[in-house]
């Protein structure tokens, strides 16, 4: 009797799946438009399934992209033969194509794919569609995160993320948006909004306050992920693309030390640079200098370069923050923001002493957004604390407790309030 | 030691709910699971999934599809076990991914298979 026993095959790299299923989205939806991305959706599920319930008992494949790749051809060609879906195919694809066979034979070559993903990110990050929706889209068609995956790593309900994707969807057939090639000149203007879906993205994923640390994780590494594939373009990547690689990279760098043993969120100055990924952090400083060309300054290029001063101080205390100082005033001129404020208030404090830093945030209390802020509060408590004021210090605490509800931020706030007990 | 089928039962929807991360996740422990089979020597046939194409012949050479059965019904596979003794089979089966998820495994003894 025929055994079966699986020859040792190497096992799938991690997300498999995800990312195949990202690749198949764009390619199908290059070849149905974004009017049949319900039966994209459809394809691209049922071929995973295919693969889960076939290779869970007969064993991986030795090729496990080929594999796929074959089977959602099929589902294809069958969905074809369906007159009904003949008259769906996109115009834009099927002019020119000798048979549907050989177009999308085309259509799931390596380059031909990665081709299809690019185009799809410009896609996804349409000016005609908000900016929310911007970012559903990309996660679920580039990404491939469910939904409840979307919802749980945004803190959104799962109804809000059904919506903000049905909304997507619906623009881009309303403004007849299809897959463009990124050779078009006008898709390059378009860049600005990739890189802030981007750089969003990657934000949820890095901030601690929310969602859980696997998700969080993902969420990194599938911007930097794209972030890369703009690299890998000729035109796309620009000194701007370059610089956010690299502010991505250096932050990447620091996931590891993040957390202690208990799952605490660590401040940067409470942080084990041993553990911080120097290969990253390379590589950061190798993007970060192929972005110097040209006249462009981004504020990627100058979170960037903080980030580079972070990343390369043996300590806390031995950190450049009289560079840092410029690059946040720089920042500040170019877009005034309660992060980038509060952000140069502590590097003050770290060169002119906790007073100084008190005079900074209140100069910069006017911005309406730093008020609602609890990190401004914060902030300030530690600077009093600094200055021996406890009363004051335990006030701005207390203060900060109340503008926010993250149980991360709470305990970052209670452990601080500890350390203001007297003696 | 005696042969034993696992008849996997469950759902075929619920694999299609799954998220493609969790997918992955799902196929790593069957494949964990078989690998262990082989290793310890329980497993004989890993076995297949079954689609959900299928007909029913009947006595009257009547062809039908089907079958329709209630999807907690519905055969999804199989796999061949060796064990000393049905309880022991049973044990082995506590271990399989299929339950996961709401699905059953159906142990049953082959009567001549050696």
Redesign the interface.
Known sequence: ??????EPVA??VE????R??GRLVAVLTRFFGWRNFDLVEEMV??T??D??????????PENPSAWVHRVAKNKVLDSLRRTEIQRRVTLEWAANRPTPREGIDDLFLDTSIEDSQLRMIFACCHPSLARENQIALTLKALC??????IARALLVPEETIKKRLQRATLDLVDHGVYLETPENSQLIDRLGAVHQVLYLIFNEGYSCSKGEAAIRA?LCEDAAHLCYLLCSHPRLSTPTTRALMALMLFHAARLGARVDDHGDVLLMEDQDRGKWDERLIRRAQEFLDDSAEGTTISAFHLEAGIALHHSTAASYAETNWTAILLLYDKLIRVHRSPVYLLNRAIVVAEIDGPAAGIRALREAAGSKSLKNYHLYDATLGEFYRRCGDLEAARRCLEAAKQKTRSPHDLDIIDRRLARCSAP | MTKFLFVYRGNPESDAKLSPDEMQKVMQKWTDWIGEGFAKGWLVDAGDALTLEGKVVHGNKVVTDGPFVESKEIVGGYSIVQADSITAAAEIAKGCPALIGGGTVEVRVFAGLA
């Open positions: 009797m025929k055994t079966a026993q699986p096992p799938l997300h498999f799946f995800r195949e299923a599920q049922a995973l399934v693969a889960l319930q076939i290779w869970r008992t007969r064993g991986i491939g995160f469910g939904i409840p995956e993902d």
